[in-house]
């Protein structure tokens, strides 16, 4: 089974610039989480989807990032524009639904450095 | 609001021995906790995932123990290897379904 997709792995921007992070979750999976990770610190919900309906985007600086799920599949991260303190490793998941006995599954994330 | 803190947040042993990672949560409504691995570089991968309703799970030289009363979880590791270093995470599934993070414990494992 293939797992969370995630793309770019890698990405450095200038300050003010703008990026966007895509993720392709398991096969099957309604529920669609991004978190944020700063260096050595515990991941941070952003927002989490349920099918293409936000569940939670209590976490998420709306006045720069944005996110979507338009077709309930693959979702967009976005950041714009970029600060410094953006600089973190945005990390997408899945799991089947919102029923509380379902693992949740990681991508490998996609890494920000902003300059 | 609930709050997971690992303690310690790095720990440094030598191969063979048999070690204790230790997670506490503040509310003790929670539905499940989740212990995850994060290797440099990598995204998180699952260990072990506790109902509110059990006490432990055991996955092959790990065990994971749950006293939601008291709010705490311990991670334990058999028989430590090298391979077994990385940063370990503990997560609580809330009352909201979302996961709240601890900020990981660091393990080395020294041949």
């Known amino acids: 089974e293939a797992g969370v997709a995630q793309s770019p792995r890698y990405k450095i921007i200038e300050k003010r610039q703008s990026v966007a992070f895509w993720c392709n979750p398991i096969s099957g999976h309604a529920t669609l989480y991004w978190y944020q990770q700063i260096l050595g610190q515990g991941p941070k919900l952003l927002i989490q989807f349920q099918n293409n309906g936000v569940v939670d985007d209590s976490q998420l600086p709306k006045d720069r990032f944005s996110a979507e799920r338009l077709k309930g599949v693959d979702s967009t991260l976005k950041i714009q524009p970029a600060k410094l303190e953006d600089s973190a490793v945005y990390l997408c998941?899945?799991?089947?639904?919102?029923?509380?006995?379902?693992?949740?599954?990681f991508g490998e994330g996609s890494w920000l450095t902003v300059v | 609001k609930q709050e997971v803190t690992q303690i310690p947040a790095a720990l440094s042993v030598p191969e063979g021995e048999n070690l204790v990672l230790n997670c506490s949560f503040t509310?003790?409504?929670?539905?499940?906790l989740q212990w995850f691995r994060q290797d440099p570089g990598k995204g998180l991968t699952s260990l072990l995932l506790?109902?509110?309703?059990?006490r432990e799970q055991t996955s092959g030289r790990l065990n994971a123990s749950l006293d939601k009363s008291s709010g705490r979880s311990t991670l334990y590791i058999a028989a430590s290897q090298p391979g077994d270093s990385a940063t370990y995470l503990c997560?609580?599934?809330?009352?909201?379904?979302?996961?709240?993070f601890g900020q990981g414990t660091r393990l080395t494992i020294n041949p």
């Open positions: 509310d003790s409504a929670i539905y499940n």
């Open positions: 506790i109902q509110s309703s059990q």
């Open positions: 997560a609580v599934r809330d009352g909201a379904q979302k996961l709240v």
């Open positions: 998941a899945s799991s089947l639904d919102l029923s509380s006995g379902n693992t949740i599954y």
